[in-house]
């Protein structure tokens, strides 16, 4: 079962805290493909935005207890 609605025009903006948030389980995992229903190019450039968003200290590495 997919969560999010698939759209060829996503583009993730790693300043758009909002938005990677909902990617991000409880526990700060980025979600798998299977829950996304991204497409695999548009899974990575996920992956790479929540990334740089983590190093510049927008989200968390881990979730906060």
């Known amino acids: 079962m ?3 609605k698939n ?3 996503i583009y993730f903006d790693y300043r758009d805290v909002k938005t990677l948030q909902r990617y991000i389980d409880a526990y700060g995992r980025i979600e ?3 829950k996304t229903g991204l497409s695999a190019k548009q899974q990575r450039q996920l ?3 929540i990334k740089r968003a983590r190093h510049l200290a927008l989200l968390p590495f881990v979730a906060s207890n």
Do not use: C, R
Request: no cysteine; net charge positive; aromatic share 8%.
């Open 47 to 49: 992956a790479v935005a």
């Open 2 to 4: 997919k969560k999010f």
């Open 7 to 9: 759209d060829a025009n």
């Open 32 to 34: 798998p493909i299977s």
